[in-house]
């Protein structure tokens, strides 16, 4: 009898007007641009933004530059000069983000992105 006391209480909760809300999309910041080493002697420069959840001002952004760094260095030229590619690399960005900064970041953002 009591689980399912205990289970009902856990629906109640769950039903609540405002549980599990999607949260709404607040400030947008920008990173520095950070230069990273590809292979074979090429480069990218990249700048990223960060969607921030309603109601946060700011985040750390080392975290996230340091993710972009460990992401993107040292991959070839080719991994990174096609858009499908880069949208696939961008995706696993914002997973990455968003485990990172699990109450703060929503999305992430391009906002420079250079090679040479």
Same mark, same amino acid.
């Given at each position: 009898?009591?689980?399912?006391?205990?289970?009902?209480? @856990?629906?109640?909760?769950?039903? %609540?007007?405002?549980?599990?809300?999607?949260?709404?999309?607040?400030?947008?910041?920008?990173?520095?641009? @950070? %230069?990273?080493?590809?292979?074979?002697? /090429?480069?990218? /420069?990249? +700048?990223?933004?960060? %969607?921030l959840?309603?109601?946060? =001002? &700011?985040?750390? +952004?080392?975290?996230?530059?340091?993710?972009?760094? !460990?992401q993107?260095?040292?991959?070839?030229?080719?991994?990174?000069? &096609?858009?499908?590619?880069?949208? %696939?690399? =961008?995706?696993?960005? !914002? /997973?990455?983000?968003? +485990?990172?900064?699990?109450?703060?970041?929503?999305?992430?953002?391009?906002?420079?992105?250079? !090679?040479?």
């Amino acid at each position: 009898m009591s689980a399912l006391v205990a289970l009902g209480g @856990v629906g109640w909760v769950k039903f %609540q007007p405002g549980a599990d809300k999607e949260p709404e999309p607040g400030e947008v910041i920008v990173l520095e641009p @950070v %230069q990273l080493n590809l292979a074979a002697g /090429r480069y990218l /420069r990249i +700048g990223v933004a960060l %969607q921030l959840a309603e109601g946060v =001002k &700011e985040v750390d +952004g080392s975290r996230a530059l340091d993710a972009m760094i !460990t992401q993107f260095s040292g991959l070839p030229l080719s991994a990174v000069d &096609e858009a499908k590619e880069r949208d %696939q690399l =961008k995706a696993e960005l !914002t /997973r990455e983000l968003t +485990g990172l900064y699990p109450e703060e970041v929503l999305d992430s953002y391009f906002v420079e992105f250079v !090679t040479q």
